[in-house]
Nanobody
Framework: QVQLVESGGGLVQAGGSLRLSCAAS????????MAWFRQAPGKERDFVAA????????YYADSVEGRFTISRDNAKKTVSLQMNSLKPEDTAVYYC?????????????????WGQGTQVTVSS
């Protein structure tokens, strides 16, 4: 049974940076596609970024392209999201997600295991 635990959220001013981390437990990780999603109050859970098992491919939502960077360390079983030039509209709960497959997807329905989420608040 894989479990995911996110950390690194907080309050930051617009233009600032945060780094989110997600630690996975369990024997599998290096074979799995990983992603970050976010959910603002009253809205659906939206795709943010995804990464292939070898880190050879990364995918980003248009709204974060050029500002956010996803990375992973298979030896440490972690996936990170570096968020720069943050905007108030980035405010949301951010979730780490794991897929029981190496094929990367950008919609939430394809992901099997989710973390508890970490709050990111960007003030204007």
């Amino acid at each position: 049974q894989v479990q995911l635990v996110e950390s690194g959220g907080g309050l930051v001013q617009a233009g600032g940076s945060l780094r989110l981390s997600c630690a996975a437990s369990g024997s599998i990780f290096r074979f799995n596609a990983m992603a970050w999603f976010r959910q603002a109050p009253g809205k659906e859970r939206d795709f943010v970024a995804a990464i292939s098992r070898s880190s050879s491919s990364t995918y980003y939502a248009d709204s974060v392209e050029g500002r956010f960077t996803i990375s992973r360390d298979n030896a440490k079983k972690t996936v990170s999201l570096q968020m720069n030039s943050l905007k108030p509209e980035d405010t949301a709960v951010y979730y780490c997600a794991l897929r029981q497959s190496s094929a990367v997807k950008t919609t939430a329905v394809w992901y099997d295991t989710w973390g508890q989420g970490t709050q990111v608040t960007v003030s204007s």
